[in-house]
Structures are given as C-alpha cells and as structure tokens.
C-alpha cells in the first residue's frame, strides 16, 4: 500500500469522530434555537424569567462553537486569506497547508489543551456550578468543552495534515512513475 493510501486512511479515520460530532452539533443548534425563542417568549409575553434557561442558551452556545471548530476546519468553512495561495500551484497549496496544520492549528490546540487542564480540573476538583441561584449545576462540565476543543481541534489538524501529505505523496509518485 502506497503512502498516500495509508495517510488517506488515517485522514478518514481521524475524520470520523469529528463528522459524527457536527452531526451532533446540528441537532445542538436547533436546541438553542429553541431555548432562545422559549427565553423571549417567556420573558416577554409572560414577564418569567429562569436562570437555569438563560445559562442553557449561553451553554449550547459555548459547545457549537467550541466543538464547531474542528468540524467547521473539516468542511474547509474556517477563515482563509487566498489572496496569495489562488496563484500557487496544487503542491505549494499542499505543502503550505500541511506546514500550516503542523506548525499552526496543532501547536494552537497543544497549547489551548495544556494550558486549560488546570483551570478545568480544578472545575471538576470543586464541583463547580453556576453563581447565579437556579442557574444550572454542572459549571465543570461547561469548562470541559474547551478541553474538547483542543481534542477535536488537534484531531482534524492531524487528519488535515495527512490529507494533504498524501496529496504531495501522490504527486511525488506520479512525478517519479512510482
């Protein structure tokens, strides 16, 4: 089996868990549509407020984006200047992203993930749960989606990299009648 087959199928592999997480977030975003129409009509129409409610918009919220990120790089929808890389030739394009998931978005979430595994461990460690009284109970679970982010985020990086390092394995093949 060639390279590029193998790091084809790490690339699917390490593309799975993420697809079925932006599956998941599908349904989460229409759970939020609905927590946030329930907060104003409630409020609104009927002058009743929960705490508990409002902080479950905030929370739904917290893990679109937070987990979105990895699918959102996945589905190649994240922020992207192509004012240079249009001119560039498929390899450079390759070589490019492949340097930029390794030496950017990887070591991004490395350091996201290392340095939050204190602050969300001394989350769990307490117990941690909303200030406000009637606000939702389980804080640390919350705090726990960044540490899912950099996961994720490093995942798809990874499965980016050996996408595009089979792109440039194959070209190297063909340009060598391998």
Known sequence: ????????D??????????WLGGLLALLVLLLVLAGFAVVLLRYGWDWSQP???????A??????LLGAAYA?????????????????????????????LGVVLPFAIFIGVYSLDYVLHSWRIGESSSEPGGLPALWLQKSLILGMAITLGLQALARAARFGARIAAADDAEHGA
């Not at 089996?1 to 084809?8: E, H």
């Open 52 to 58: 508990w409610l409002r902080e479950t918009v905030l």
């Open 60 to 65: 739904l919220n917290a893990a679109i984006f």
């Open 73 to 101: 790089l996945q589905r190649d929808e994240h922020v992207r200047v192509d004012v240079l890389s249009r001119h560039w030739s498929p390899r450079t394009r390759a070589w490019v992203e492949l340097l930029g998931m």
């Open 1 to 8: 089996m060639a390279l590029a087959d193998r790091l084809l």
């Open 10 to 19: 790490l690339a699917r592999a390490l593309d799975a868990p993420v697809r």
